[in-house]
């Protein structure tokens, strides 16, 4: 009776010779390997890959949640202990979140898309409960707020495209968005189209490399991704798995999910600039 999700690029990864493994209730790609080889290799030649090239990666299961309403920004700023009521349309903040006895709780990035329109994402593990989270500040501690959300995980596909050929990827693939560093810096967000489809483009990194994350809605995933693996394998792009991922992380000192065990603090993970001081 337990259920399994499947990434809107499943059947993808499938056709690829990926080894996939659960995480949680989904099913990720682990790696890539046509002669299903165990061990370390094909985790580090894809790591390598990104390192030297690009690579791409379905980061789809984030957790992925639509803010919307007149009083959004008051609202972040007491969820998060960062300030996002100053962030810029168009740009992106990277924001912690701690219980109510202030160990960590999640992380995760926050774009403004609008004058009262955020996009939160959250970690994979714990989305559901960010949500249930949310729900309970909006409902219980602040009712009197103008703000409403909701779920939108399922409803977007979402690719973390890494490395540093990764904006020449891009450039050849994207219509309607310059993603040259200066219309596209460092922890911006943007709209445009690729191969015919929608697209919201995060300029932040998931593994410290040159990145960026590519939003879509499920049902154009695969062409989208499709697109993008088509331009960048000239350029030395592979698929990368879950393993590769955790091992780009690691390198970089990104947080993981064995960090965030209901045990730390943000100063025990080297936060406390992150935190504001009212």
């Known amino acids: 009776?337990?259920?399994?999700?499947?990434?809107?690029?499943?059947?993808?990864?499938?056709?690829?010779?990926?080894?996939?493994?659960?995480?949680?209730?989904?099913l990720r790609a682990g790696y890539y390997s046509k002669t299903r080889e165990t061990g370390w290799e094909p985790i580090l030649r894809e790591a390598r890959a990104v390192r030297q090239a690009a690579g791409l990666c379905d980061v789809s299961t984030l957790g992925k949640i639509d803010i919307q309403g007149r009083d959004s920004a008051s609202f972040l700023d007491r969820v998060y202990t960062n300030t996002f009521s100053t962030l810029a349309i168009g740009r992106a903040r990277y924001g912690l979140m701690l219980r109510e006895d202030g160990l960590m709780f999640d992380d995760g990035t926050?774009?403004?898309?609008?004058?009262?329109?955020?996009?939160?994402?959250?970690?994979?593990?714990?989305?559901?409960?960010v949500m249930g989270h949310l729900e309970f500040c909006a409902q219980v501690l602040w009712?009197?707020?103008?703000?409403?959300?909701?779920?939108?995980?399922?409803?977007?596909?979402?690719?973390?495209?890494?490395?540093?050929?990764?904006?020449?990827?891009?450039?050849?693939?994207?219509?309607?968005?310059?993603?040259?560093?200066?219309?596209?810096?460092?922890?911006?967000?943007?709209?445009?189209r690729i191969a015919g489809a929608p697209v919201r483009v995060f300029r932040v990194s998931f593994s410290g490399e040159l990145g960026y994350e590519v939003a879509t809605p499920s049902g154009l995933g695969t062409r989208v991704w499709a697109a993008l693996h088509e331009a960048g394998t000239p350029m030395g792009l592979v698929p990368y798995g879950l393993e590769a991922l955790n091992v780009l992380r690691v390198e970089k000192g990104h947080v993981t999910g064995a960090e965030i065990n209901g045990q730390t603090t943000a100063r025990d993970l080297g936060f406390e600039k992150n935190v504001e001081k009212d």
């Open 143 to 192: 009712p009197s707020l103008d703000v409403r959300f909701c779920s939108v995980s399922d409803q977007w596909a979402q690719m973390a495209l890494t490395g540093p050929r990764a904006r020449d990827v891009l450039a050849c693939c994207i219509d309607g968005l310059d993603v040259s560093n200066v219309g596209l810096p460092y922890m911006a967000a943007g709209e445009g």
């Open 110 to 129: 926050t774009s403004r898309l609008g004058p009262h329109h955020y996009l939160m994402t959250t970690t994979t593990a714990k989305a559901a409960e």
């Open 1 to 26: 009776h337990k259920p399994t999700r499947r990434t809107p690029l499943h059947r993808w990864h499938d056709s690829a010779h990926a080894v996939f493994m659960e995480t949680g209730l989904w």
